[in-house]
């Protein structure tokens, strides 16, 4: 994951990078909101950290360009100033989240995670694997051309398998992108709505499309 802090003070940036790069997150930094904008809208991030009180450009300048230009990256604010309206505004303008100063870093870290698996990134409006088609802004699915009927769970679950097609994953990823579980779970929900959903996507049909890896998880590709 790539991440792009916009944050002026020396130590609270450095304190960010530092505990990002140690749980496995890839960091760039900008001092002010005038190179942090080109940065946010030129670059690949999957979440930006801005704070609100920056030179040239404020952090909510820099949120409000952001969304204009139809970027849908998570944003995540930092503030010193804990009044509603401020709140209010930042969300107002697109961010996803808000944070007062002083935190603790395990809380910054449970919300970025928390904001990564709820990403409404969507690398394109159309998914397409051999004849299914994933409609992600209308919320619909077809395959050789038939509409299936998919609850939003399961519309979820396969849209996840798509946008990594050919990637094996893990029940536990499953469970934390899909039902938000972030805990131990020794219940069996995933394999029940894996069951469920092939049940729509491949056995009406002649070519399965998702697969299992026994003991590792699932994969939707076409074989």
Known sequence: MHLLIIEDERKTAAFLQKGLAENG????????????LFLATTGNYDLIIVDVMLPLVDGWTVVQEFRKGGKLTPVLMLTARDAVNDRVKGLELGADDYLVKPFAFSELLARVRSLLRRSPILQ????????????????????????????????????????????????????????????????????????????????????????????IGYVLEER
């Open 25 to 36: 997150f890839a960091v760039d930094h900008s001092n002010n909101g005038q190179d942090g």
């Open 124 to 215: 394109s409006e159309l998914l397409c694997v051999a004849d299914l088609e994933i409609d992600l802004l209308r919320f619909k699915v077809s395959r050789a051309g038939k509409r299936l009927a998919l609850t939003s769970k399961e519309f979820s679950l396969v849209s996840l398998l798509a946008r990594r097609y050919g990637e094996v994953i893990s029940r536990t990823v499953i469970e934390e992108q899909v039902w938000d579980m972030n805990f131990y779970s020794d219940t069996n929900v995933v394999d029940v709505a894996i069951r469920r959903l092939r049940s729509k996507v491949d056995v009406p049909f002649d070519k399965k499309l998702i697969h299992t890896l026994r003991g």
